[in-house]
């Protein structure tokens, strides 16, 4: 029978399948650390207990061969899972070509053979980090009775402005790579009432940034009746429930980050006003003034001392889109909030309680540059049985990159499309 390295225990007769991570050997005895999906293990080879072709076989492995090795588990303290396979033989499945991968490789380097560069310890935690965080929010909205939906990727207008649309070529007309599901979320509430898309966004960010991708996974709940108030605490719970589940089920790739996972059992949120966090700034010396968007020295500077997330709420209304609602009582004031993460990660998730009143939407539509005939079925919402309703964006790569303390957001995802790179 055929285990995975995390499955084994001492004593047991196994036979594992996986690649070479690492091999050495001197004249009596051949050291293979095996990689599967789960782990890795040492697999000692001795001269005098296995047939010559065996030993010679596992002397001269190349890296990244596949094998199939079996063995008997032992107790070794010294091994990073405490155990080691006593290796009785080897079967080569295939004999890999010289592995292009050595230590003192280049970040671009490494990048042009990110398909290889995949199996890397580093990599591989990243993934199954994230791998928790998808089933958790999903797990969490259910729980809560939301349906996931489905938006289109392909668009006619613009969520998040035009100046990070993608275009493409749509027969001879001019179609966009979505930047938000949202304006379709927030048709499907009304047949739904609480909905989450789980999809990618696109953003052509002319900038070269450590946060910015140009095609992210964006996870967006939109909720019918829910209040600005009560948009904010569903972010909380939601941040709490996915943090709360990775602390649980990646001790072992979160100590690979170096992140204690008691700092993910219980986070904490710390909030502020956008104008409170406007004097702030200017206490700590930025040059900024009320009715300016914060940048990423001003965001990071906002919780770069703090392992607290920080809820910034109620910015003003001309640095914000269209869609979020006006305040009753400060007309301009947007009744929405970024969440920035801890330790100056910058922001995670944008929101907002939805404009419902057509005219506002229209001349906030109109200020903006926007073809009001792109938007046509957007304002048909308002018109048919419009409720209160509010929802929020969370970019999972950018909550990857925090959790994983990872210098920069490419690798929060296998496949990273930056300013410079869509291969492979
Ligand atoms: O703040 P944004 O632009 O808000 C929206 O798109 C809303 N329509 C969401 C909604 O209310 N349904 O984007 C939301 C989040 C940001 O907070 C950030 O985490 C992430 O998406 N994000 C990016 N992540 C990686 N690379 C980029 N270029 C990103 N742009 C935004
Ligand atoms: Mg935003």
Not at 56 to 78: C, W
Request: aromatic fraction near 12%; glycine fraction near 4%; include cysteine.
């Amino acid at each position: 029978m055929s285990y995975q390295i995390e499955d084994i225990s001492p004593g047991q007769q196994v036979r594992l399948r996986g690649w070479v991570y690492r091999q050495r050997a001197s004249k009596d005895v051949a050291f293979v650390v095996l990689r599967d999906a789960s782990d890795r293990l040492q697999c000692v080879f001795k001269k005098d207990s296995v047939s010559e072709d065996v030993f010679e076989k596992a002397a001269s492995l190349p890296i990244e061969s596949a094998v199939i090795i079996e063995g008997n588990v032992r107790e070794d303290e010294r091994a990073p899972t405490g155990l080691e396979l006593d290796a009785s033989s080897l079967e080569i499945i295939h004999e890999a070509e010289r592995f292009p991968i050595t230590r003192d490789k280049s970040e671009d380097f490494l990048l042009d053979v990110r398909h290889l560069w995949l199996r890397s310890q580093k990599l591989t935690s990243m993934m199954k980090i994230k791998h928790t965080f998808f089933r958790a929010a999903r797990e969490f909205l259910m729980n809560q009775h939301f349906y996931e939906v489905q938006p289109p990727l392909i668009t006619a207008s613009a969520c998040e402005g035009g100046s990070t649309l993608f275009s493409l070529d749509y027969f001879g007309d001019e179609a966009y790579l979505s930047q938000s599901g949202q304006l379709y979320a927030e048709a499907l509430i009304y047949a739904l009432e609480r909905v989450f898309c789980f999809a990618p966004s696109f953003r052509a960010e002319k900038s070269r940034t450590k946060r910015h991708l140009m095609e992210y996974w964006h996870l967006e709940p939109e909720m019918t009746w829910y209040s600005h108030e009560d948009n904010i605490q569903l972010q909380i719970a939601l941040l709490q429930y996915v943090c709360n589940q990775i602390a649980t089920y990646n001790q072992k790739e979160l100590k690979f980050f170096g992140r204690d996972p008691h700092t993910l059992y219980n986070v904490q949120f710390d909030r502020m006003t956008y104008d409170d966090a406007v004097k702030q700034l200017q206490e700590q010396g930025f040059n900024v003034s009320s009715g300016v968007d914060f940048g990423s020295n001003e965001e990071y500077s906002l919780t770069a001392e703090s392992p607290r997330f920080l809820i910034v709420e109620r910015y003003p209304l001309e640095i914000k889109a269209f869609y979020m609602k006006t305040d009753p009582q400060y007309p301009h004031i947007a009744l929405c909030n970024d969440v920035l993460a801890p330790e100056g990660y910058g922001e995670i998730i944008g929101g907002s309680e939805r404009e419902t009143d057509n005219r506002l939407l229209i001349q906030r539509l109109q200020e903006e540059g926007q073809d009001l005939d792109d938007y046509e079925w957007y304002l048909d919402l308002r018109k048919y049985g419009s409720v209160p309703h509010s929802g929020f964006g969370m970019g999972v790569e950018r909550v990857i990159r925090w959790i994983c303390d990872l210098d920069h957001i490419r690798d929060a995802t296998p496949f990273p499309r930056t300013l410079t790179r869509y291969y492979p």
